[in-house]
């Protein structure tokens, strides 16, 4: 039933996307609450699998920031839990640094498995949707191939971007 609930959402959200009307909802949010919640979410996954998450969050950025804490929280979640997915043992890590310009805090997330990788003739198409790679492969993983094209909405939404380098 949660992946069923998963993909509804993945296509309304998608659907949203397309047709123009996703908007943020801006408020103030705790970063550390927020990075406490998905790391309990993400922890059962990670466990299931015998993966290790790891959170290295740099303590000298601030706890409150303005933003649309549930679209973050959207991609971190996705990004978490392609990354487990895709990983049959080892390690997922999220770090987190920040720079400061003008009196803001800019985050810099990053997200770095152990995982089988992306080819990199496949990197240039992992925001199309319905996209997924290595079917033969990875027929054991689940998933619909809409979450990385809903995370780089709203990273554009966001005035954000996704960097993705990978070693297969």
Do not use: W
Not at 53 to 82: A, M
Not at 157 to 167: A, Y
């Amino acid at each position: 039933s949660q992946n069923l609930l998963g993909i509804i959402n993945d296509i309304l959200d998608f659907s949203k996307i397309e047709s123009g009307k996703m908007e943020l909802i801006m408020g103030d949010y705790d970063i550390r609450s927020l990075l406490n919640d998905i790391y309990n979410m993400m922890q059962i996954r990670a466990k299931q699998k015998n993966l290790q998450l790891v959170f290295e969050i740099d303590e000298q950025i601030p706890s409150g920031y303005n933003g649309d804490d549930k679209r973050i929280r959207q991609v971190l979640t996705n990004l978490l839990s392609n990354a487990i997915k895709y990983t049959e043992k080892g390690t997922v890590t999220l770090s987190l640094g920040c720079t400061k310009e003008n009196g803001e805090a800019i985050l810099h997330y990053a997200i770095k498995d152990t995982g089988i990788g992306i080819k990199q003739e496949d990197i240039g198409k992992i925001y199309d949707e319905f996209q997924r790679f290595d079917i033969s492969r990875n027929r054991h993983v689940e998933g619909t191939g809409l979450g990385m094209n809903i995370v780089q909405q709203f990273l554009k939404l966001m005035n954000s971007d996704l960097q993705i380098t990978s070693e297969y």
